[in-house]
């Protein structure tokens, strides 16, 4: 990420013309407190797929697990671009970018600690991948673990929060 964070520019809304954007800053927290993620990758023949999953927000990138056999690793292996989305605090946030693979150990074994101290999830970091036991929508052990760190992002607020916002990493575009 850019020094000073990403820009940020109020979305196409009307009567927000005279308020500020959301700082980043401002608004990560909902990426660490949430619980539930939504990811969207694209299937082979263009279609979308979906599905719920847990991620960690660590180092400026949401971390998530999947086992590189399962349709959405699959999907992942053939196209990293994907969406991750999440309500909390009143806030939807939707987060796009590529997904790339962590295969450093230790960095995993931060992540492992993470999900750990989050959810409970308690696993074992060898090859360069996750074991343990896992939801249903994960597919079978090891677990593939990727970060996405934003190249775009959008923020909607239930309420008052803040109008809804547009943030563009110096990577990202539209």
């Known amino acids: 990420m850019a020094s000073g964070g990403p820009a940020a520019d109020l979305m196409a809304v009307i009567d927000d013309a005279h308020r500020t954007p959301a700082a980043w800053e401002d608004t990560r927290g909902t990426l660490e407190a949430a619980q539930w993620f939504w990811l969207a990758t694209v299937r082979p023949d263009g279609r979308p797929h979906l599905v719920p999953l847990l991620a960690i927000w660590m180092d400026d990138a949401l971390h998530f697990a999947a086992s590189p056999n399962s349709r959405k690793g699959r999907n992942l292996a053939r196209d990293p671009h994907c969406t991750i989305a999440t309500r909390e605090h009143g806030v939807d946030l939707v987060i796009e970018g590529e997904a790339v693979r962590v295969t450093d150990e230790s960095r995993l074994r931060r992540i492992a600690a993470a999900y750990a101290a989050k959810y409970g999830w308690q ?52």
């Open 123 to 174: 696993v074992a970091v060898r090859d360069g991948a996750l074991y343990g036991n896992g939801a249903p929508t994960a597919g079978p052990p090891p677990y593939a673990v990727y970060a996405l760190t934003p190249a775009t992002a959008f923020g909607f607020p239930a309420g008052q929060q803040f109008p809804p916002t547009r943030w563009r990493f110096a990577s990202g575009s539209d």
